[in-house]
């Protein structure tokens, strides 16, 4: 099996729709994550938090993502994020949960909106215009479609940078997310893994 490193196709359904992932290990959409308990060849064994598990045969062609561990000092104004975050407050700043950096030959579509099916919670994609970081909480501006977007990163929000990955991160104790899961026969399979430092991404 060859493992493509390319990152276009898995970003944009691993990363940009991370709001649809669930922390079950149940297939819920084509979509399933979990901790790597094993890995015989292409087949990966899977646990999420609840203790099930399944095995998931990797596909001809697989892309493998990384979504490294960052800060928010380590983005740079003009970069391309996803950020999901907390609707606006009273000052019209909104809370980030987790921000995405996005490959830097992947750009998505531009978007200001609800997070997936949650209504109290926004998604947007867009260059960072302005990036504070220091000792406390630090603070992005978002930029689309003529408008400004502030949003608070806390301490605990989650952010990664999502970059080119191989079968070597696959390795027992990995955190993977697969999009594109399908069922054949009764078995699993997959061609997109992303594999994450922070074991809470995504966080939906």
């Known amino acids: 099996m060859t493992i493509v490193r390319g990152l276009a196709a898995t970003f944009a359904a691993a990363a940009m729709t991370a709001a649809a992932f669930t922390p079950a290990l149940a297939q819920e959409a084509g979509r399933l994550r979990g901790?790597?308990?094993k890995v015989s060849g292409?087949?990966?064994?899977v646990k999420s938090d609840d203790g099930k598990t399944a095995d998931v045969?990797?596909?001809s062609g697989t892309t493998i993502s990384h979504a490294v561990a960052?800060?928010?000092?380590d983005i740079k104004p003009g970069t391309f994020v996803g950020v999901g975050a907390s609707l606006p407050d009273?000052?019209?700043?909104m809370k980030a949960m987790q921000v995405v950096v996005f490959p830097a030959n992947t750009r998505a579509s531009e978007r200001h909106g609800a997070w997936g099916?949650?209504?109290?919670a926004t998604m947007t994609n867009a260059p960072a215009t302005m990036v504070v970081a220091g000792q406390g909480p630090g603070k992005l501006t978002l930029t689309t479609n003529g408008q400004n977007y502030e949003i608070a990163v806390p301490p605990d929000a989650v952010i990664v940078r999502i970059e080119d990955?191989?079968?070597d991160l696959l390795k027992p104790g990995a955190a993977v997310s697969m999009?594109?899961?399908a069922t054949k026969d009764g078995k699993l399979s997959t061609k997109a893994v992303t594999v994450s430092d922070d074991k809470r991404y995504p966080t939906r």
């Open 90 to 93: 009273d000052k019209g700043v």
């Open 117 to 120: 099916a949650d209504s109290n």
């Open 57 to 59: 045969a990797l596909e």
């Open 165 to 167: 990955g191989s079968k």
């Open 179 to 181: 999009s594109n899961v």
């Open 70 to 73: 960052i800060k928010v000092g």
């Open 35 to 37: 901790e790597v308990t």
């Open 42 to 45: 292409d087949m990966l064994t």
